[in-house]
């Protein structure tokens, strides 16, 4: 089992940052995959970004040279940067681990408004 527990949500106002920061424990064994999406109210879960274990990452389009996701392998903390924040990257984001099978955290909200 995988636990993961998220941390760094919260209001920011357009333009503004936040980081997301999404730490796993338990059977967190190497050669796994780690990253975010995100669900915003009334819409589908859409992926957001991904970065496996020793590998590059990879982005949804829209979120391209304004999202970072970074590892952590020594703390198995995967980490999201979100800059130039608009509001309709209004949302909860939810961090996920894949080995074998895929392990969900609690989701955390980011609200982008002024």
């Known amino acids: 089992q995988v636990q993961l527990v998220e941390s760094g949500g919260g209001l920011v106002q357009p333009g503004g940052s936040l980081r997301l920061s999404c730490a796993a424990s338990g059977s967190t064994f190497s050669g796994n995959v780690m990253g975010w999406y995100r669900q915003a109210p009334g819409k589908e879960r859409e992926f957001v970004a991904t970065?496996?274990?020793?590998?590059?990452?990879n982005y949804a389009d829209s979120m391209k040279g304004r999202f970072t996701i970074s590892r952590d392998s020594a703390r198995n903390t995967v980490y999201l940067q979100m800059n130039s924040l608009k509001p309709e990257d209004t949302a909860v984001y939810y961090c996920?681990?894949?080995?074998?099978?895929?392990?969900w955290g609690q989701g955390t909200q980011v609200t982008v408004s002024s």
């Open positions: 970065m496996a274990s020793g590998r590059s990452a």
């Open positions: 996920y681990f894949a080995y074998q099978k895929i392990y």
